[in-house]
């Protein structure tokens, strides 16, 4: 994974992050992932139908149908298609002929609906291209349950459970309201994009039709959406660069036991015991002592306080639970520090920047905001990499936790030396000299982070660069 992605901009009016210049020419860019909203994924999908239509000389709906049947795979539905058409067709529901309009129903005036066993004028009936007929009402309440399910809208059967003949797309957009044709366009594009899971991925955000497809020459990691959501490429939980899947997973884990055993460590079973009306006795299980209905807490526990001693299970859960908490307390001290970061950042964007005085006012306070902006970024890949952490402790692999900790205060030094130099305002005459300074300490505490990032994702152990930031570090 590309660690110089900018995946925390989510309101960025980009579709995309572009990694630097080092290894491409100057025309060349790499783009490790492209957001697309549901209108684009329609449009990406129409292509491949129309392409498929004119190949196979077929409806669209047709190929539409070919197309989902075989999960988007056009090579393969290409291979067996050419090799056994009437094989297909009957796989898909196709039947013999192409299903354009509702086939003619007869001479008769009135026909009878096979669901409703309504007589009904011939106008009002159709068919999926069957010889079974039913009423425009009943085909609506059929494809409305449908449509409510989902995805089974777009693998409709005809009602009759002796036929496969299919239920195209443009039969089920003509019997569905308004919303139903976009609920069906909705199911549709979530289809193409689950057979694309190798790279797209759908929004996990709910209500959010937007998918991300990642480019094939990219890399993976945590992405962000148009609507401001942000996830992991992997997993699907929320975003925990550098500190791998595996070890965030196992961390939620450990967090469910570390709360069973805080609940064992810090309370008791209540004695306190009444009996069933019309009794309603008061006592103690401990001594079968009476207690008072108001006043428990006064009864002397029968003097077992001071007699009761931790258990096993209580000193292995204390012992549990002290590991847990290091890495969880410091976990959410550096939340705390990154809010502050954005913070500050926010005030400074909103408040100083549109009241700068002149340029080089302006051009320090950009370097300020940039400052800022590396500080909170690192303090959230400082937090996610606890979960590494404590995975290495997990291990009890005490060589690499002692490295992961030195790595760790490294890049958290550098990360302070910078905030330090921020919050520091200097003479008006040395605001351009100074602005240097901080984008120049900016960019090194950026490499330290990257370096720390990079060593926690490959898990190897490689060092953050050295902060050599001289006396412009020293504030």
């Keep these: 994974m590309d660690t110089d992605v900018e995946f925390s901009d989510a309101s960025s009016d980009d579709d995309c992050s572009e990694s630097d210049g080092d290894s491409l020419s100057d025309d060349e860019v790499v783009v490790p992932y492209a957001v697309l909203t549901e209108q684009e994924i329609g449009q990406r999908l129409s292509q491949e139908v129309a392409a498929t239509a004119e190949l196979f000389s077929v409806p669209a709906d047709w190929a539409l149908a070919l197309l989902g049947h075989y999960r988007w795979n056009p090579l393969r539905l290409q291979d067996e298609w050419f090799a056994d058409q009437d094989r297909v067709r009957d796989a898909v529901g196709l039947g013999d002929a192409a299903v354009g309009s509702v086939p003619g129903a007869g001479g008769e005036e009135l026909m009878t609906c096979a669901v409703c066993t309504e007589g009904k004028p011939v106008e009002e009936m159709a068919s999926a291209g069957c010889a079974h007929y039913y009423c425009h009402d009943c085909w609506r309440g059929y494809v409305a349950a449908a449509l409510d399910d989902g995805a089974r809208c777009l693998v409709l059967r005809c009602p009759d459970a002796s036929c496969s003949r299919a239920v195209l797309r443009g039969m089920a957009e003509r019997f569905a309201t308004g919303a139903g044709r976009d609920a069906y366009a909705r199911a549709l594009a979530r289809a193409y994009v689950e057979a694309r899971h190798l790279w797209f991925k759908p929004c996990t955000a709910p209500g959010c039709g937007c998918a991300i497809e990642i480019s094939r020459s990219g890399g993976d990691g945590d992405l962000a959406c148009r609507c401001g959501n942000a996830f992991c490429w992997r997993c699907g939980g929320s975003p925990h660069w550098p500190a791998s899947c595996a070890a965030v997973a196992r961390w939620a884990r450990e967090a469910d036991e570390a709360s069973a055993d805080w609940i064992l460590l810090n309370t008791k079973a209540c004695p306190r015991m009444v009996c069933a009306k019309p009794c309603g006795y008061f006592f ?66 909103d408040e100083r920047l549109p009241r700068a005085g002149g340029p080089a006012v302006r051009g320090y306070l950009e370097a300020v905001a940039a400052a800022w902006e590396q500080v909170a970024e690192g303090r959230r890949v400082l937090g996610n990499a606890c979960a ?62 990257e370096n720390f990032a990079k060593a926690v994702e490959e898990g190897t152990p490689e060092l953050c660069a050295p902060v050599s930031c001289g006396e412009s570090g020293s504030g």
Excluded: N
């Excluded at 002592?289 to 428990?296: C, D, K, P, Y």
């Excluded at 003097?303 to 959410?332: I, N, S």
């Excluded at 952490?389 to 291990?395: N, P």
């Design 284 to 349: 103690c299980w401990g001594c079968l002592g009476q207690t008072a209905v108001s006043r428990m807490g006064e009864h002397d526990m029968c003097g077992k306080d001071e007699e009761w001693t931790a258990t096993g299970e209580e000193v292995r859960a204390e012992q549990a639970l002290d590991r847990f908490l290091y890495y969880q307390d410091l976990w959410m001290a550096y939340l705390r520090r990154r809010r502050d970061a954005e913070r500050e950042l926010r005030r400074l964007r």
């Design 388 to 449: 590494h952490g404590q995975s290495l402790r997990a291990a009890a692999d005490p060589a690499a936790r002692e490295l992961f900790e030195y790595q760790r205060g490294e890049a958290d030094e550098a990360l302070e030396r910078l905030r330090l130099r921020a919050i520091k305002w200097p003479q008006q005459e040395d605001l351009v000299g100074f602005g240097a300074e901080l984008a120049k300490l900016t960019g090194v505490t950026r490499q330290c982070i």
